[in-house]
């Protein structure tokens, strides 16, 4: 695209004086190369070219490399914070979503800096402003980006949890939705679950597109189908995997406790079963007198030594599982490594199906996200020009 760079020596060569020293270096507005800038806008508005708007602050080169290598942090909390945003029913709610998805923030309506977040999960040490990371990541401009995602989905004041007159603004309020709205939420309307009456035909009601926001992409159809095939329900199912936030179904965690549980106590009981084998032996061996211990125990060694071995490890282990300070016996850690294995395969079912659409959902995640991403960046632009229309029309009239 067309654009121009402005050069000059910094040195004036007649009088030596370099540019910051010889003209004022105040305010930005009242700095020299403001001035430069304006002249050349001026230039460009006469010949009909297009301005760029200058919005907060430049990136480092640093910045920009971390960018380049997908490690900069700014980004990864932009792109999480937008799609928080677009989801979230209120300022409130932002902020509980945000500890959902592994942000931690800071919030000082009072102070200077007022909001900061930091993904630690991730690794970043630091606490990032929400200035640095732009103007649409202030307090304000968070609230106000949720007001207006609220209003253009037309949603009903009725639905937003209310503050009594005795509560702080931090307090939330929830406020329990309607058989009505359950359903409507899932796209699902009160007639289909309640059958009519009557055996007359109905015209089937019109349902939300559940796609609707990426229907204009390119492959839509058939990356909404893979997704369908795969478990994914939604935009808004696919949209709880474009990040690491915590799923209900997802029982890793749980799955893996439990296998360490079921492997501890399965060795236990072999290691008992092993010590009760050769226990014959062992007393027999305990029980001779000192002089013939050595000759029975290189008879039978491998006995011995497996009996000895087990039960070092019961004596090390057992303490784990006592009940009023005594060991439980073989059939209790058996009726236990019984229930342990039914909660196992009760929740490795769902996991799996988790799995699953974990899976697809990867397949396409990113590339939804940026498409989401650039047209929200698209809207904001929009707003920002209207914005700016509307400000000039407020000038003019004043």
Not at 76 to 90: A, F, M, T
Not at 230 to 256: A, K, Q, V, Y
Not at 364 to 371: D, G, I, T
């Amino acid at each position: 695209h067309l654009h121009c760079h402005v050069i000059f020596n910094n040195t004036n060569l007649y009088n030596g004086l370099s540019f910051t020293t010889e003209h004022n270096q105040g305010r930005k507005s009242e700095r020299a190369w403001a001035e430069l800038r304006e002249i050349s806008d001026e230039i460009c508005a006469e010949h009909g070219l297009s301005l760029i708007e200058p919005k907060g602050k430049g990136v480092s080169y640093f910045e920009r490399d971390m960018q380049k290598e997908g490690k900069s942090w700014k980004d990864k909390l932009r792109q999480l914070l937008d799609e928080i945003i677009s989801y979230s029913k209120s300022f409130e709610d932002f902020f509980q979503r945000c500890t959902e998805c592994g942000i931690e923030y800071v919030y000082t309506p009072r102070n200077k800096v007022k909001l900061k977040f930091r993904l630690k999960d991730e690794g970043q040490q630091r606490f990032t402003r929400a200035e640095t990371l732009s103007e649409n990541y202030t307090p304000e401009r968070i609230a106000e980006q949720i007001t207006e995602i609220q209003k253009s989905h037309n949603v009903a004041e009725s639905k937003t949890p209310e503050k009594t007159a005795t509560q702080s603004n931090s307090e939330y309020v929830y406020t329990p939705l309607t058989d009505e709205e359950f359903f409507k939420a899932f796209g699902v309307h009160l007639d289909e679950v309640n059958e009519p009456e009557s055996t007359e035909s109905q015209p089937p009601e019109k349902k939300d597109d559940v796609w609707s926001e990426i229907r204009d992409m390119r492959n839509s159809d058939t990356i909404i189908a893979n997704l369908e095939s795969g478990g994914i329900i939604s935009l808004d199912d696919l949209r709880s995997f474009f990040w690491n936030c915590r799923h209900p179904d997802d029982h890793t965690d749980e799955l893996t406790e439990l296998n360490n549980r079921i492997k501890a106590i399965d060795k236990l009981i072999k290691m008992l079963k092993q010590r009760s084998k050769h226990s014959a032996i062992y007393k027999e061996y305990q029980e001779r007198l000192a002089f013939t211990q050595k000759g029975f125990r290189k008879k039978n060694a491998a006995e011995i030594d497996s009996y000895e071995q087990a039960d070092k490890y019961i004596r090390e282990h057992i303490k784990a599982y006592y009940v009023d300070g005594k060991a439980p016996k073989r059939s209790v850690l058996e009726q236990m490594l019984i229930e342990l294995k039914n909660k196992y395969n009760a929740l490795l079912p769902e996991h799996n199906a988790f799995v699953k659409r974990q899976e697809m959902a990867s397949q396409y995640a990113k590339q939804v996200r940026q498409y989401l991403d650039a047209k929200r960046q698209q809207e904001r632009n929009r707003q920002y020009q209207e914005r700016k229309r509307n400000q000039q029309r407020k000038n003019t009239l004043e």
